[in-house]
């Protein structure tokens, strides 16, 4: 089911009951958005396909998202990104303008995040066999933020989210739906390499990064409180999320903290460092809207809940059902 | 177009006109199967992406051959495979018994090949934008056989393959046409980490590498003398062949140098230590029908000649036309 590739229940379903006991491993068990290869290596590696419709968006292209994904996947699991491989699927004929534009976009988001395509493959499938073009990026670089895990977060700690939430899931789902409405909104695709040298001067008082794509803000969280003893509680007032998402989610059906986003990142920090952090967040590029947005407690085991602006709490579960295929 | 992606001229023409002048870099730039990382780092990586048709075959299946294929390139650039990841693009209505098949034959194949999957990525494509299930694997090793280049080969040198060619292509495209034949041929996919191993120990007596994949045995000497004075002149007689893989060509028109292999390599090795290396390789896991097919000559720049078994010479130009689209 399509439902299978949206990051939420069912994705964590494929990979717990196919893939971790075809491949299990210390480096893949972890579960993080990179693997971290133990040993002198200190090697980092991630990767993702990406099957983005449509593949030009506002604020990018599958080019740019293609390399973004990936090397902010290394970031976040405490590497450095130094190189990247480029797989394409091509459907039939897409044209050469069109593949041209897509390696100039790869070409120029590669150069800011700082990463060397070193090598690549190209395949062609048949007319309707794809859908203009697929690419894979795989990611290597090395460890500089050793030891980040969802295992060191403590009771008290921050939760802070580095801008605004949403606006990449919201920007494609209303230019895919070409609804006629006028937006200024774009994706936030962009590389968070810079933001995440800036984070690794705090060391261990940095417990975990993630960067909330497929599934959003909500689903990520889960993830990190899942199997713990501890709860994430967020202020809603305290989420930046910009008026055109919230507009656009009402429009759409959507909830801004279920939306992918491709250039934020969540952090959870020591409460003793947690301004200092989000100082250096908001100094770093594409972060000067950083929030602190939530805190770590032992409320309810396992589970993240929202208190709203109302006064009411709110439980916040996975995302649950495909409402977002193909955001990337 | 489809010939894009049949790895002969075409989809040369793609890499040297829209990917190397978008990409350059010093690892990218030297066109091996697999990127050398210079430096201090000496890591190799490598990347393939599978769109097999049928993605069961004899032999193998999509999943032991996106390992193969990734381990065999890291190899041939001289590293040792050690960490690969997975990107699954799955179409819509793919059975999860499937798919938990697939995913058993890659464990398997990363188990023989010793290396482990240690970073994944799912998406799924509605109906129709996809065939089952395209894979991409990015392989990571490190560097133990330095300097391997077709810039090394000298005059004298002789060409050995590691076995017989032409199995894979040929076993897949009888497969595919459904001709209704009783063959016993099998796919030769096979991961060679042990045999270059063996390898490794002849050091810069051995002078490059490379699995003749898409294009063959054919396409693949003419990457070797491609813009060098040297000549590489074949003994058809010498070059084993298999009876059916002859017969399965005769039948669809094709040239087993021109098909695919997914288990052999080459080597261009020193005159003086060829037989050493030919039994080095025999003495290895799918090395028997191991043979020297040729030798580096001067007598025509750039080119590839085939001597025949009735005494004449034929010229051996790269791959033109997809001849065989889909076929890894």
Request: hydrophobic share 45%.
């Amino acid at each position: 089911m399509l439902d299978h590739g949206s990051g939420g229940k069912k994705s964590a379903a494929l990979v717990s009951e196919i893939f971790l006991p075809a491949f299990s491993n210390a480096a893949l068990d972890t579960l993080g958005d990179g693997a971290v290869m133990a040993g002198a290596d200190r090697l980092v590696m991630s990767t993702d396909s990406f099957v983005i419709a449509p593949r030009f968006f506002p604020g990018g292209d599958i080019g740019k998202l293609s390399v973004c994904g990936t090397v902010n996947d290394v970031c976040m699991a405490g590497g450095e990104p130094k190189y990247l491989s480029l797989g394409l699927i091509l459907e039939e004929g897409l044209e050469v303008d069109e593949l041209q534009s897509i390696a100039a976009s790869i070409a120029m988001a590669a150069g800011e995040a700082g990463v060397h395509i070193v090598t690549g493959d190209t395949k062609v499938v048949e007319r309707g066999k794809g859908d203009g073009v697929y690419i894979n990026t795989a990611g290597v670089g090395f460890l500089r933020h050793a030891g980040l895990s969802p295992a060191r977060m403590r009771e008290g700690d921050a939760v802070i989210v580095s801008g605004a939430i949403g606006d990449h899931g919201t920007a494609v789902m209303l230019c895919r739906k070409d609804l006629g409405i006028q937006s200024s909104l774009c994706s936030d695709c962009a590389p968070l390499t810079g933001m995440c040298k800036a984070l690794a001067a705090f060391g261990s008082d940095v417990r975990v990064l993630r960067d909330p794509t497929r599934g959003g803000v909500a689903t990520a969280l889960n993830e990190f409180v899942e199997g713990t003893g501890l709860c994430i509680e967020l202020m809603e007032d305290d989420i930046p999320i910009r008026e055109e998402v919230r507009a656009g989610c009402d429009l759409l059906g959507l909830d801004p903290l279920y939306c992918a986003n491709e250039g934020k990142l969540i952090a959870v920090v020591a409460a003793e460092r947690a301004e200092a952090v989000l100082s250096a967040i908001q100094n770093a590029p594409y972060g000067e809207n950083a929030a602190i947005i939530g805190r770590v407690s032992a409320r309810s085991a396992g589970r993240v809940l929202l208190h709203t602006g109302i006064a009411g709490t709110r439980m916040l579960t996975k995302l649950t059902g495909a409402a977002l295929p193909r955001i990337c």
